[in-house]
Protein backbone atom coordinates (compact mmCIF):
# COMPACT_ATOMS: atom_id res chain seq x y z
CA UNK A 1 0.00 0.00 0.00
CA UNK A 2 1.06 3.70 -0.83
CA UNK A 3 1.59 4.81 2.71
CA UNK A 4 4.51 4.57 4.99
CA UNK A 5 5.30 6.04 8.59
CA UNK A 6 7.95 9.03 8.45
CA UNK A 7 10.01 9.90 11.47
CA UNK A 8 10.52 13.84 11.78
CA UNK A 9 13.42 15.63 12.99
CA UNK A 10 12.99 17.21 17.01
CA UNK A 11 14.95 20.09 17.93
CA UNK A 12 14.27 20.44 21.77
CA UNK A 13 15.99 21.80 24.30
CA UNK A 14 14.83 22.40 28.16
CA UNK A 15 12.25 25.20 26.74
CA UNK A 16 10.29 22.15 24.96
CA UNK A 17 10.09 20.84 21.43
CA UNK A 18 10.06 21.90 18.16
CA UNK A 19 9.83 19.96 14.72
CA UNK A 20 10.34 21.79 11.08
CA UNK A 21 8.99 20.28 7.93
CA UNK A 22 10.20 21.73 4.22
CA UNK A 23 8.90 20.16 1.03
CA UNK A 24 11.61 18.11 -0.66
CA UNK A 25 13.67 17.74 2.54
CA UNK A 26 11.56 16.12 5.47
CA UNK A 27 8.38 16.09 3.70
CA UNK A 28 8.89 14.22 -0.25
CA UNK A 29 7.13 16.95 -2.05
CA UNK A 30 6.36 20.22 -2.31
CA UNK A 31 4.04 21.54 0.10
CA UNK A 32 1.16 22.67 -1.71
CA UNK A 33 -1.59 23.32 0.92
CA UNK A 34 -1.91 23.12 4.95
CA UNK A 35 -4.93 22.38 6.76
CA UNK A 36 -5.91 21.50 9.87
CA UNK A 37 -8.71 19.17 11.42
CA UNK A 38 -9.79 20.42 15.22
CA UNK A 39 -12.92 20.71 17.60
CA UNK A 40 -14.00 17.04 16.65
CA UNK A 41 -16.56 14.95 18.38
CA UNK A 42 -14.75 11.22 18.52
CA UNK A 43 -17.84 9.65 16.93
CA UNK A 44 -17.44 10.91 13.73
CA UNK A 45 -15.83 9.67 10.81
CA UNK A 46 -14.41 12.20 8.56
CA UNK A 47 -12.69 10.97 5.41
CA UNK A 48 -14.73 8.65 3.67
CA UNK A 49 -13.00 9.57 0.39
CA UNK A 50 -9.69 8.48 -1.72
CA UNK A 51 -7.73 11.03 -4.25
CA UNK A 52 -6.47 10.07 -7.85
CA UNK A 53 -3.89 12.05 -7.74
CA UNK A 54 -3.18 13.87 -4.69
CA UNK A 55 -0.37 12.59 -1.59
CA UNK A 56 -0.96 14.20 1.66
CA UNK A 57 1.03 13.68 5.07
CA UNK A 58 -0.88 13.75 8.00
CA UNK A 59 0.01 14.73 11.79
CA UNK A 60 -1.67 13.94 15.14
CA UNK A 61 0.48 17.84 16.20
CA UNK A 62 -1.92 16.85 19.11
CA UNK A 63 -3.98 13.74 20.46
CA UNK A 64 -4.54 10.97 18.71
CA UNK A 65 -6.88 9.79 15.54
CA UNK A 66 -6.91 6.70 13.85
CA UNK A 67 -6.90 6.26 9.80
CA UNK A 68 -8.30 3.38 8.34
CA UNK A 69 -6.30 3.20 5.06
CA UNK A 70 -7.15 1.02 2.10
CA UNK A 71 -5.77 0.82 -1.39
CA UNK A 72 -8.41 -1.88 -2.65
CA UNK A 73 -6.56 -4.86 -1.00
CA UNK A 74 -7.90 -4.67 1.94
CA UNK A 75 -8.22 -2.25 5.33
CA UNK A 76 -5.48 -1.07 8.14
CA UNK A 77 -5.40 0.66 10.77
CA UNK A 78 -2.75 3.22 11.73
CA UNK A 79 -3.52 5.55 14.41
CA UNK A 80 -1.48 8.79 15.08
CA UNK A 81 -0.60 9.97 18.31
CA UNK A 82 3.17 11.57 18.19
CA UNK A 83 3.73 14.69 16.91
CA UNK A 84 7.23 13.61 16.04
CA UNK A 85 6.06 11.74 12.89
CA UNK A 86 3.31 11.04 10.22
CA UNK A 87 1.99 9.44 7.82
CA UNK A 88 2.49 9.93 4.20
CA UNK A 89 -0.95 8.46 1.98
CA UNK A 90 0.14 8.50 -1.75
CA UNK A 91 -3.07 8.41 -4.38
CA UNK A 92 -5.59 5.83 -4.28
CA UNK A 93 -6.00 5.14 -1.25
CA UNK A 94 -9.49 5.21 0.78
CA UNK A 95 -9.23 6.96 3.98
CA UNK A 96 -10.99 7.16 6.82
CA UNK A 97 -10.44 9.22 10.08
CA UNK A 98 -12.06 7.92 13.26
CA UNK A 99 -11.59 7.62 16.66
CA UNK A 100 -10.85 11.49 17.18
CA UNK A 101 -9.56 12.18 21.31
CA UNK A 102 -10.97 14.78 22.51
CA UNK A 103 -8.17 17.10 21.68
CA UNK A 104 -6.92 16.28 18.59
CA UNK A 105 -5.48 18.43 15.96
CA UNK A 106 -4.98 16.84 13.14
CA UNK A 107 -2.05 18.44 10.19
CA UNK A 108 -2.27 17.87 6.93
CA UNK A 109 0.11 18.99 4.36
CA UNK A 110 -0.64 18.07 0.55
CA UNK A 111 1.23 18.23 -2.33
CA UNK A 112 -1.94 20.16 -4.60
CA UNK A 113 -4.47 22.36 -4.19
CA UNK A 114 -7.95 21.81 -3.30
CA UNK A 115 -9.61 20.10 -5.78
CA UNK A 116 -12.67 18.42 -5.50
CA UNK A 117 -12.46 16.64 -9.23
CA UNK A 118 -9.57 14.82 -7.56
CA UNK A 119 -12.21 12.79 -4.81
CA UNK A 120 -13.77 10.06 -5.09
CA UNK A 121 -16.43 9.97 -2.19
CA UNK A 122 -17.76 6.56 -2.98
CA UNK A 123 -16.04 3.30 -2.15
CA UNK A 124 -17.67 1.03 -4.96
CA UNK A 125 -16.21 3.41 -7.54
CA UNK A 126 -12.80 3.50 -5.71
CA UNK A 127 -12.84 -0.50 -6.00
CA UNK A 128 -13.43 -0.20 -9.61
CA UNK A 129 -10.79 2.83 -10.66
CA UNK A 130 -8.56 0.82 -8.05
CA UNK A 131 -8.73 -2.43 -9.57
CA UNK A 132 -8.82 -1.65 -13.05
CA UNK A 133 -5.67 -2.71 -15.43
CA UNK A 134 -2.95 0.45 -15.37
CA UNK A 135 -2.61 -0.38 -19.35
CA UNK A 136 -5.55 -1.72 -20.46
CA UNK A 137 -4.46 -1.77 -24.55
CA UNK A 138 -1.67 -3.90 -23.23
CA UNK A 139 -0.86 -6.89 -24.59
CA UNK A 140 1.26 -9.60 -22.65
CA UNK A 141 4.10 -10.73 -24.40
CA UNK A 142 4.72 -14.56 -22.31
P1 LIG B 1 -14.21 17.45 3.89
O1 LIG B 1 -13.57 16.98 2.61
O2 LIG B 1 -15.65 17.09 4.11
O3 LIG B 1 -13.34 16.98 5.14
P2 LIG B 1 -12.91 15.47 5.53
O4 LIG B 1 -12.15 14.93 4.37
O5 LIG B 1 -12.09 15.63 6.77
O6 LIG B 1 -14.14 14.67 5.79
O7 LIG B 1 -14.04 19.05 3.93
C1 LIG B 1 -14.88 19.87 4.75
C2 LIG B 1 -15.10 21.18 4.03
O8 LIG B 1 -13.87 21.87 3.85
C3 LIG B 1 -15.70 21.00 2.65
O9 LIG B 1 -16.67 22.01 2.46
C4 LIG B 1 -14.55 21.23 1.71
C5 LIG B 1 -13.68 22.20 2.49
N1 LIG B 1 -12.24 22.07 2.19
C6 LIG B 1 -11.60 23.12 1.58
O10 LIG B 1 -12.20 24.17 1.27
N2 LIG B 1 -10.27 23.02 1.34
C7 LIG B 1 -9.56 21.92 1.68
O11 LIG B 1 -8.33 21.86 1.45
C8 LIG B 1 -10.25 20.81 2.30
C9 LIG B 1 -9.51 19.55 2.68
C10 LIG B 1 -11.59 20.92 2.53
Given amino acids: MDIARIPFQIHGDSRGMLVALEGMRDVPFDIRRVYYIFATC ?3 RRGQHAHRTLTQLAVAVRGSVTFLLDDGSGPAEVT ?3 PASGVLIGPMVWRELHHFSEDCVVMVLADQ ?5 DYIAD ?10 PAYPEA ?3 A
Avoid: I, N, W
Wanted: glycine residues 0%.
Fill in 42 to 44: ESV
Fill in 80 to 82: LDD
Fill in 113 to 117: LYDPS
Fill in 123 to 132: YDQFLREARA
Fill in 139 to 141: VAV
